[in-house]
């Protein structure tokens, strides 16, 4: 069989990016990088690196892909706007490059102020900036500007042109979408903006209702390179069914179809009710192809995420270096989807999964993580789309009330798992199907549950926090026996304290765990001794309130 190598590159549409060094080169996002290096031989490949003039440190190894004859991996928990020395090393050969990561702050070129007030009529913007110098829409100072459409209109605001930032904006009631990014549309920043009340009445097929995924944020095919940060998003006009009545279908709040990739969608609040739910939080298509969404060298990271009937996060297609972190995720069926991971790798960690459920009536809950894959055919040769790595460590899944099943029942290869919290009343592991296998180790994991047993293992927090408690209650199963006041006597199936088993049981990770405290690092997404994770628009580093909640 020929590599196909050729193939996914025209299939994808792969942005041309010359690297200084033809063999390796990295992508950078704000606080990662996704390296590349092409090579003949397959075998280990250890990667280092250091701020610029710093002390190395060990990262995670990359993997080999043959099809393209290139290893892949990601360096992450950068600085923004940082120049970073990378050594690959791999079969006697040394590689040596410098990547700078992203400056998360944009230079401004031009500003349009919007008047202050309200208006009915939908902001088509055509005018773009330039890498140097950004368009930026904004209320103007001292003021707010409010979008509502009255479902007369189809959207609040069109993005038809590169290096546009949309900033502060009350947007509400698009008949469609709240704000449409065209297609091929690439670098555009959506920040500090309250979208509500927009879309159609969703519902099943089964219905009649043959429209989906209406969206607080839509990008058409092929737009990418967006950020979408610190936003607001909630209160759709209607919602999806739950899977009583077949698959779910309706609103979302971020929508990216087969996306150019290097995509940022970090620290926003989306949130609704149950009867305006949403399809999937953020989601998109193609899911079982060499696209998708977010396609490839993208982040998600710091969101709350809540009120989902599918996906909380649809992560599907090429997954080729996209990383999805510290994200608190609650009321949906399945937290992370990846069905498929055609490229990979994909890396999941430090995320919190709470609540899962199946429908209004049904609180059985579904599936953490959901797999998946198929096979389609590109230039007359059959292709599988499930071979993408998957690293998934450090995640913490809360009961009770969380999913049944760790994993989705579908066919799974390359899945690497290390240092989640994963109580389940189902199934933990998806059965072996061959080569290539997967990787499944030292995770905490359980049927049986006992809300309280599971919840004495946390610090009790008035904030979405769950830190280690150094005990845990957990039953000695048997006749256990004891003496008090000189009297001996059996106690059947005691409650005991123990020690916590999540405390210090973790494995070293290279790159994802270095900081740890304690005698090895905790399993599960908080480190006792290390600041907490922070989720939400609030959450962001910097925070000030918009002008929609000051004016």
């Known amino acids: 069989m020929r590599p196909f190598g050729l193939i996914l590159l025209l299939v994808q549409a792969l942005p041309a990016a010359p690297p200084a060094d033809p063999a390796a080169w990295a992508v950078p996002t704000f606080e990662s990088l996704g390296l590349y290096f092409n090579s003949p031989e397959q075998g280990p490949c250890r990667v280092w690196y250091r701020a610029s003039g ?30 970073y020395d990378v050594r690959l090393e791999s079969g006697g050969r040394t590689v040596e490059f410098q990547a700078r990561t992203r400056s998360d702050r944009f230079p401004i070129g031009k500003t349009t102020y919007l008047d202050g007030g309200g208006t009915d009529r939908t902001l088509s913007i055509r005018e773009g900036g330039a890498a140097s110098g950004w368009h930026l829409v904004t209320p103007a100072p001292g003021t707010k500007y409010v979008s509502d459409v009255f479902n007369l209109s189809d959207y ?15 947007l509400k009631n698009a008949a469609v979408h709240g704000v449409l990014i065209r297609k091929g549309v690439q670098h555009v920043v959506i920040e500090d903006c309250h979208i509500t009340g927009w879309g159609r009445i969703g519902g099943a097929r089964i219905w009649g209702v043959f429209h989906g995924s209406d969206s607080a944020i839509y990008a058409e095919n092929d737009a990418g390179h967006l950020v979408i940060q ?6 759709p006009r209607g919602g999806a069914n739950d899977w009583e009545s077949g698959h779910p279908d309706g609103p979302q709040a971020i929508t990216l179809i087969d996306s150019r990739g290097g995509n940022i969608i970090r620290y926003n609040t989306i949130q609704s009710t149950e009867d305006h739910g949403y399809n999937d939080g953020i989601g998109g298509a193609t899911n079982y192809s060499f696209k998708g969404s977010p396609n490839r060298d993208s982040d998600i990271y710091g969101n709350i995420i809540s009120n989902c009937w599918d996906d909380a996060i649809e992560s599907e297609g090429a997954n080729r270096n996209v990383r999805i972190w510290s994200n608190y995720i609650h009321h949906t069926f399945v937290h992370v989807a990846t069905a498929a991971t055609s490229m990979g790798p994909l890396y999941i960690f430090r995320n919190v999964f709470g609540t899962s459920r199946v429908s209004h009536q049904d609180s059985s809950g579904g599936m953490m993580i959901k797999t998946g894959m198929n096979y389609i055919t590109i230039d007359g040769e059959r292709v599988s789309t499930g071979l993408g ?32 919290i994963f109580y389940a009343r189902g199934r933990t592991y998806p059965p072996d199907r061959g080569a290539p296998p997967n990787d499944f180790q030292n995770d905490l994991t359980g049927g049986y549950l006992g809300g309280g047993f599971v919840r004495s293992m946390f610090l009790p927090s008035q904030g979405l926090e769950w830190f280690l408690a150094p005990t845990a209650r957990r039953i000695q199963w048997g006749r256990v026996p004891y003496a008090r006041n000189e009297k001996e006597f059996f106690i059947t199936d005691p409650v005991v304290e123990v020690k916590n088993p999540a405390l210090d049981a973790g494995a070293r990770i290279p790159g994802f765990n270095d900081d740890f405290a304690g005698a090895a690092p905790d399993i599960g997404a908080f480190e006792n001794g290390r600041p907490p994770l922070r989720f939400g628009r609030e959450a962001a580093p910097g925070f000030t309130r918009p002008p929609w909640e000051l004016y």
């Open 54 to 83: 710093g002390d190395w440190r060990e990262a995670h190894p990359l993997v080999y892909d043959p099809r393209e004859r290139q290893y892949r991996g990601s360096l992450v928990g950068l600085a923004p706007d940082t120049l």
């Open 389 to 420: 790595y998957r690293f998934i460590y450090h995640n913490t899944a809360l009961q009770p009330g969380g999913a049944l099943d760790v994993f989705s029942s579908h066919e799974l290869h390359n899945a690497v798992t290390r240092n989640n």
């Open 230 to 235: 610190r936003n607001l998003i909630e209160y």
């Open 156 to 170: 609040n605001v069109v993005v038809e042109a590169d290096y546009v930032i949309l900033r502060g904006l009350e």
